[in-house]
């Protein structure tokens, strides 16, 4: 797992996150990604909704990512589920949840998901070279 000096030196590189970097929103392990397009600013109870990263990723060969939902949240009944982000992907994510809570209003900007980034051995395809169907994603992409 990278720490935050490694994140820093990895985006002063041109790596991780291309795009919208916020020192702000670095983490000791990771990077909170703020709301950039959603789909509607109150959720309503039992409403699925969707969100992009305000930053766009610009993932190199050897790093991976895993999402996790800032906890502040989860309190209030929003969950998701996540798969890892790519070595190689570039673009925006797309991100869907579920509200079981009540009726809660989202605005861009707002920190939403940490993303948390993991050194691998490089994989023989990336992202890019194996399938690429969200590579240079702008916005919600529902493909």
Known sequence: MLNDTEISSYIKDGKLI???YDPDCL???GYDLRIGEHSGETVEKNQLFFISSLEKLSMPDNIVAALYIKSRYSRHGIFSSFGFVDAGFSGNLTMTFYNFGES????????????V???INAPAKNY???????????GINRG
């Open 117 to 119: 980034f993991y050194e």
């Open 27 to 29: 983490t000791p392990n």
């Open 18 to 20: 291309g795009e919208n």
């Open 104 to 115: 809660i209003r989202i605005n861009s900007g707002m920190k939403f998901v940490q993303i």
């Open 128 to 138: 890019a070279s194996r399938s690429g169907n969200f590579q240079n994603s702008n």
